[in-house]
Nanobody, 127 residues
């Protein structure tokens, strides 16, 4: 069973930066997608950025392109989301998600029901 543990959320002023971490374990396949999904109050979940295990391909939502960067440390089985130039509208609960035998783009866009989810971490952008 895939387990995902997030950390790194918090309160930051507009224009500031945060880095989220997701420690992953329990994959039964070498081929999977892992990434970040957020949900703001009253809004649907949105795939922010995802990456594929086999070729490192990534998906980045237009809303965060140029400001957020996904990366991974394979030795630590950890995925990161570096968030720069944060805006008020980035305020949300950020979840780490993973789905075996899915591509990064497909998982981030479709948010399949078979995906595993972390507990979520709150990111609040406020002056």
């Amino acid at each position: 069973q895939v387990q995902l543990v997030e950390s790194g959320g918090g309160l930051v002023q507009p224009g500031g930066s945060l880095r989220l971490s997701c420690a992953a374990s329990g994959f039964t396949s070498d081929y999977y997608a892992i990434g970040w999904v957020r949900q703001a109050p009253g809004k649907a979940r949105e795939g922010v950025s995802c990456t594929s295990s086999n070729d490192g391909s990534t998906y980045v939502a237009d809303s965060v392109k140029g400001r957020f960067t996904i990366s991974r440390d394979n030795a630590k089985n950890t995925v990161y989301l570096q968030m720069d130039n944060l805006k008020l509208e980035d305020t949300a609960v950020y979840y780490c998600a993973a789905a075996e035998r899915w591509t990064a783009q497909a998982m981030c866009i479709i948010l399949p029901s078979v995906a595993s989810w972390g507990q979520g971490t709150q990111v609040t952008v406020s002056s």
